[in-house]
């Protein structure tokens, strides 16, 4: 037997051994429970053969025998809590397997090789991960009525959609190795029993916290979670080595599949992370928060790998991999699976409604610079100038008063630097305005943007899959968005207005253009070129009050800052 095969064997016993303490836990929970009735079941049957008779005897019987009944009642409570509730499971895309038997063919060569089971379905994530998830819960609750599909125990397999579309075949087959290696430890009985244990367990607690429960049903509910509390607190350090250990003999026993090749993978694991995260920090969030989403952020990913390994001479060598096939192509419908994914992140990360509308539509990368990038500085210039209105401060043409222009922003800001000034007013009024706009627009990434997103039916899975919602597994609660950027200070706000002010009046007056940069987003080409000098001049005028280095970049562009200026 080979290191190999000897360190699978130990992390699997080791996992099994967890897996029955877990279960020891179980049982031992249980014995308390039914202890009560035992007892009373000894002295009745004491009393029957004639022993420890008397009336002292008979109110021990009957007190033992009431205190059994209250217990199995609450036992049954806790039980049905725990078997009633809903785990909560990850929002997903469905891959059908008609939709992708390419993907399908490749995940049950690679189970082959690795000796485990197949997985019994595969879905998208919009993230950079993968893993396998457990979704029993859902085909025992169907009841006997069910499919016969929906009894499969193998778990589903969850795969990041960036790495679809920036890793190669051979690259997504061999990072999906020690995953799908996990299927063979998910098949054990006891593993599987503890897991599900400790599922019902964690969903017992979150069923009990959730709000909107009257006293009736609230009570019961609490106490289960009470309960649930208690032994989810005696079960996690043996449910968190079981999980190690778990993932100890998967890894081990994928060693044997394309071990090389996963070394080099893991790189673009790294890389597709950076890149993933910047297409949602800096191109993505513009876009959701002027209510557009991006369709393809997927095919995103690429060019901005793309455009990194063109800036960046240690990543040239990422880019020969171009010429080989991408995973995507696993697909039948790439484009569907995109923008289904794409949906998901827009509602995960921001929020949203699960379906277009007013306020709330896709838009291609070509459209980018004119739907988003455009419109995002003339609604910033524009709440900028109403900020001024309601501070007091006049126009700066003396021709026509209504008329907006850059010279009036600089002329208020010039020598406004330092605590106290009309700057730090103008930062205070508008993140004032900002909060009230995002308050105002729930579904948005506002208060609220949780709610927003349920109820509605969202995109087919990839290659016409199940309409189904994916976000309705979370329940009826607000969604756990994940916040993107930190909130924005009052003077970043400033900074970021000011100097959609200067790009609309360059767009105006000096024929500049409306771009867009895959790594930093929004951007002003002037020329042709993208100009990324605007920051600090801009700054200089925000924080110190010093209108010359933006005056010099004015003239070096062309930009006239006394012409009105277009805004929304």
């Not at 009826?476 to 207005?497: K, N, S």
Request: net charge negative; charged share 20%.
């Amino acid at each position: 037997m080979s290191g190999i095969d000897v360190g699978e064997e130990l992390g699997a016993r080791a996992a099994q051994a967890r897996a029955l303490a877990l279960l020891r836990i179980r049982s031992r929970a249980l014995a308390v429970a039914i202890l009560p009735a035992a007892v009373a079941v000894v002295l009745f049957a004491a009393d029957a053969q004639g022993h420890l008779a008397g009336p002292a005897w008979d109110a021990v019987r009957w007190t033992v025998l009431g205190v059994a009944v209250v217990v199995l009642l609450v036992t049954v409570l806790v039980a049905v809590s725990v078997a009633r509730a809903r785990p909560a499971m990850s929002p997903t895309v469905p891959v059908p397997e008609e939709g992708a038997p390419d993907l399908y063919r490749l995940v049950r060569d690679l189970a082959d090789r690795l000796d485990v089971p197949a997985p019994s379905a595969i879905a998208l994530t919009p993230d950079c991960d993968s893993w396998l998830e457990d979704r029993t819960h859902r085909a025992l609750r169907r009841g006997p009525g069910a499919p016969a599909e929906a009894a499969d125990t193998a778990p589903v397999l969850v795969i990041g959609s960036p790495f679809l579309w920036w890793m190669r075949v051979a690259e997504l087959r061999a990072v999906l190795a020690p995953v799908v290696a996990g299927t063979g430890p998910s098949a054990h009985p006891d593993i599987a029993a503890a897991r599900r244990f400790v599922r019902g367990l964690d969903a017992a607690i979150a069923d009990a916290a959730a709000p909107g429960r009257g006293p009736v049903r609230g009570a019961p509910l609490a106490f289960a979670g009470w309960v649930a509390r208690l032994l989810l607190r005696a079960c996690r350090g043996h449910a968190a080595e079981m999980e190690r250990c778990v993932a100890s003999a998967a890894s081990m026993r994928a060693q044997t599949v394309d071990y090389g090749l996963r070394i080099a993978a893991q790189e673009q694991v790294g890389l597709a992370y950076a890149g993933w995260d910047r297409l949602l920090t800096r191109v993505a969030l513009p876009a959701w928060r002027m209510g557009r989403w991006p369709s393809r952020l997927d095919a995103g990913v690429v060019s901005a790998l793309t455009e990194l390994s063109r800036r960046d001479r240690l990543a040239d060598g990422f880019a020969l991999r171009l010429g080989e096939r991408p995973a995507c192509d696993l697909l039948e419908e790439p484009g569907v699976a995109d923008e289904a994914a794409s949906l998901l992140a827009a509602r995960l990360f921001h929020g949203g409604p699960a379906e277009n509308g007013p306020g709330w539509a896709p838009v291609d990368w070509q459209q980018y610079p004119d739907e988003v990038v455009d419109r995002k500085w003339r609604s910033e210039a524009a709440r900028l100038h109403r900020v001024l209105d309601t501070l007091g401060v006049p126009r700066a043409s003396a021709a026509d008063p209504a008329v907006p222009t850059l010279a009036r922003v600089m002329e208020h800001l010039s020598g406004a630097g330092g605590p106290g000034g009309p700057g730090e007013a103008l930062a205070a009024g508008i993140g004032a305005a900002v909060a009230r706009e995002e308050a105002a627009t729930p579904g948005h990434g506002g208060p609220g943007a949780g709610g927003a997103a349920h109820g509605g039916q969202g995109h087919g899975g990839a290659g016409g899959g199940p309409a189904g919602d994916p976000l309705d597994l979370w329940g009826p609660g607000p969604l756990p968005l994940f916040p993107l950027q930190p909130p924005r200070t009052g003077t970043e706000l400033l900074a970021d207005h000011v100097a959609a002010m200067v790009c609309c009046a360059a767009v105006d007056t000096a024929g500049a253009a409306p771009g867009l940069d895959w790594l930093d987003g929004p951007a002003l080409l002037v020329g042709g070129e993208r100009r990324a000098d605007l920051a600090a001049p801009v700054l200089s005028l925000v924080e110190d009050g010093d209108p010359d280095p933006l005056l010099s970049w004015l003239a070096q562009v062309g930009v006239r800052s006394d012409k009105p200026v277009r805004l929304v």
